[in-house]
């Protein structure tokens, strides 16, 4: 139903100085965008997109507005939880889960479940008190047959995924990350989706390389990431995404050390910290310093 855009439509023709005339010529009847705009009929959305054409607007750029210039409410609740982990605010996280369970018992809609479930693992990560068992292998398997099952993952999915990746197995990342790149695909040009996709795939190495506690066992992922990393170079990340080729240049130097190329490794990941060095961001310089440290 897009007849609650209506309103927000006619905001944006005015503040353009388009009239109902000029706007409809050519798409649709004066007394039929009228309608619309007052919120009396539906609009079916090649209409609408013809009409956003017409103002030199995208969709997105049309829901911000819609929104009152906030994130909608999908966005918004990913970037609320992640700033809660960021901050490590638990009771925060714990607010949020509740309200997610709720909505799931009063709506009944599995997608809420999950959304529960990614705070809770947020919070195993930054609550020290917090008891292991509260995940429960059941909600896992939910997780998993409904990202399997689901034929083009869009942004939803995918940040979905990359909150609750840590839960699973490894062979279980393994497929869903390939999975989640080749089901994502078409919607790879869209910033949005390219950005949760190329985070899916950070996190899928970062994961297949484990902790520094085990960069001297045997490395038996080699094949997969070595799959993943060419995932991330077809993305082809732009030349303006600094801190993403840091991290890959991190990785690969991380990666070499692992299998045993440790001089190759080291000045890789080198290089990295003196690239943030140069741009001033001596934290983050410092935070790898340290990984180096750990993993030599």
Known sequence: MLVEYGKTLRMIRQQKGITLKKLADDI?????????ERGDSDITLSLMTKLLEKLMMNFDEFLFIHHDYQPDQLEQFFKTA?????NRDVDQLKL?????????????VETYHFNALLLEV????VDSNYKVEGIKEYDISLLSDYLFRVEV????????YNGTLLLLEPDMVIMLSRTAYEKSARFQEFKKVNEAITA???NTIIFLLGSVNRFHEEFTY???????ISYLEKIALPESNLIERKHLLELKGAYDIRIGNKEEGIAKIK???QLLNDLNSTKLANNIEQYLLQII
């Open 153 to 160: 993952w869009g942004y939803y999915e995918l940040s979905l």
């Open 200 to 202: 899916v795939l950070f």
């Open 96 to 108: 949020l889960k509740n309200t997610e369970l709720n909505k799931w018992k009063q709506y009944g």
């Open 222 to 228: 080699q094949k997969e990431f070595m799959e993943f």
């Open 122 to 125: 947020y919070e195993s990560i």
């Open 271 to 273: 290089k990295a910290i």
């Open 82 to 86: 992640g700033t809660a982990y960021f």
């Open 28 to 36: 649709c009847s004066v007394s039929f965008l009228s309608k619309f």
